[in-house]
């Protein structure tokens, strides 16, 4: 059974900097590009950051220059790095694991608040 695995959500105030993780079974890990989504609430799920089985990575605009996508291939995990934290960023991440269109896989999802 594929899991993947999410962690390292929690409360920050603005401006501060959270590291999110996620584990994904090493049986598909190898052969996926992972993504980073969030859902805000009354908001549809929207990409954040994907990177590739060859480490090419991709941002949504909104957060190019604060967030940082990178895996670790030896451990399974691929991490985003957030900083300079805005409200705005207050969603649920979700981690994605996928091989193709028909092969594609969720975490559960962990909640990012930024609020003083």
């Known amino acids: 059974q594929v899991q993947v695995v999410e962690s390292g959500g929690g409360l920050v105030q603005p401006g501060g900097s959270l590291r999110l993780s996620c584990t994904a079974s090493?049986?598909?890990?190898?052969?996926?590009?992972m993504g980073w989504y969030r859902q805000a609430p009354g908001k549809q799920r929207e990409l954040v950051a994907v990177?590739?089985?060859?480490?090419?990575?991709n941002y949504a605009d909104s957060v190019k220059g604060r967030f940082t996508i990178s895996r670790d291939n030896a451990k399974n995990t691929v991490y985003l790095q957030v900083t300079s934290l805005k409200p705005e960023d207050t969603a649920v991440y979700y981690c994605?694991?996928?091989?193709?269109?028909?092969?594609?896989?969720w975490g559960q999802g962990t909640q990012v608040t930024v609020s003083s």
């Open positions: 090493r049986s598909i890990f190898r052969f996926a590009s």
């Open positions: 994605n694991a996928r091989l193709n269109t028909q092969n594609d896989y």
């Open positions: 990177i590739t089985v060859g480490g090419s990575t």
